[in-house]
């Protein structure tokens, strides 16, 4: 398995926290400062977890936000919403199987990124099926799949970083 990137103090704060929150049930977020410092942990229910908004007003800007998403899929839009409306440095999500990493966000991104994501969603969807069809995708990894592949499409066109990692 490839050993996750540490190589930032942030980093290797976040490495930490998912390798806790992981296989957690509810969904548990960790806010990173820059230098590695824990700034405010949350447990959520099973399909979200939320900061006040003066919370993130104060810490937000620079640090990281890292959370688990008990379901195995990538980032909702929420997450990536969140992390530019309150200039995240970077946001992840982990699972059990794979780390997800989107960064370097930019203020102009702040367009109609739903109706965007629609579009994209359709595209990997309808490439995944294709796959599925030949037999290059197992049927129950199309949902995590699809939106995986929806992330990287959108960073591609929008101009910020998404990557995932096996973990």
Do not use: K
Request: glycine share 6%; charged share 20%; hydrophobic share 40%.
């Amino acid at each position: 398995m490839p050993r996750p990137d540490v190589s930032t103090p942030a980093r290797q704060t976040a490495v930490l926290t998912e390798n806790r929150i992981r296989a957690c049930l509810r969904e548990c977020a960790q806010l990173i400062a820059p230098d590695g410092t824990e700034i405010l942990y949350r447990i959520g229910t099973v399909s979200s977890v939320s900061f006040l908004h003066q919370e993130l007003a104060t810490w937000g800007r620079g640090a990281t936000l890292t959370h688990n998403h008990p379901n195995g899929q990538s980032f909702s839009l929420e997450d990536v919403s969140l992390a530019m409306a309150y200039a995240l440095r970077e946001v992840r999500v982990v699972t059990t199987t794979h780390r997800h990493v989107a960064t370097m966000f930019s203020p102009s991104m702040r367009l109609p990124l739903g109706g965007a994501m629609a579009a994209e969603e359709a595209r990997a969807a309808a490439a995944c099926r294709d796959d599925v069809r030949r037999g290059l995708m197992n049927p129950a990894d199309f949902g995590v799949t699809v939106r995986h592949r929806t992330w990287q499409r959108l960073a591609r066109s929008l101009g910020f970083d998404y990557w995932r990692e096996q973990s």
